[in-house]
């Protein structure tokens, strides 16, 4: 699989009281390396974000967006409207839902919604990166979370294999548009990012790869394979991160190595994967 990179981030740090609407390619991404950030919500449902840059405070308010879109080739995808340096600020309720990953800080609005803000390092370099700039992601949403399943198996030789799909309100999330790197061209194509914990890229977290969900199913696959110029990645433990449709949450999967081979859960597994019909894994 090739290593797919995102682009469009939004770009904080020239934006002073301007209003803008986030890119179509992702979610909201609102900062890069922020640290201290806060979240509050005021009673016109629109969300303030203050932060601090090289030990600057920066401050935002987003409205106009709400959960996610399923894949259309007719019909943009959700996306926030922005003003960076409006100020403001409003009520962080507590937060009765599931846990999040990567979480920096989650608010129930007075309206019932949901916000939050997670944050984690989305471009590493393939093969080994660990060094890369911390985006700060805002979302917004009501209901079911997008889910990501991934299974552990085998391929090639006993190789280390990872399969699963990425889920919104039971559909499949995809795109339609995207470079010949695989780098996503519309609003709707998602890339999960893989890493692998101690392995022969040294101790730690390091990044292995990132690749598309393929449509319709949102379906995924990916082999631990080496090659030149990279060892294979198999670690003690893995996970994959990938952004929310719309401006969902970003949601991540993580568990240890399947271990040794097991021929009974390679044919299970097998099966599950060529069940979902998608040709581009386990032919």
Known sequence: MKH??????????????????????????????????????????????????AGRRKVLVAWGAINARPPSKTRPQVAFELRYGGGGRGVCLPYPGPPLARLVEVCRAPDGSYWALQSWQRMLPDHGGSKGAWELHLSHWRGPLPKLVVHQDWVSGRVRHIFGRF???????????????????????????????????????????????????????????????????????YRATVEGPGVTPDVMWEARDIGAFKRAVEKRMRSLERSWGDPKCRA
């Open 4 to 53: 797919l990179q995102r682009s469009a981030v939004v770009p904080a740090l020239l934006l002073v009281s301007a209003v803008v609407a986030t890119p179509a390619f992702g979610s909201a991404i609102v900062a890069r390396n922020a640290r201290h950030a806060t979240l509050t919500i005021d009673r016109r449902g629109r969300a303030h974000v203050a932060y601090y840059v």
């Open 167 to 237: 889920t919104y309100r039971g559909r499949g999330i995809h795109g339609f548009r995207f470079t010949r790197h695989g780098n996503p061209r519309d609003g709707y194509g998602r890339n999960v990012y893989v890493d692998t914990f101690d392995s022969a890229y040294g101790k730690g977290w390091h990044r292995e790869n990132g690749f598309l969900t393929h449509a319709p199913l949102g379906v995924f696959c990916y082999g631990f394979y080496a090659a030149p110029g990279h060892p294979g990645g198999e670690g003690t433990k």
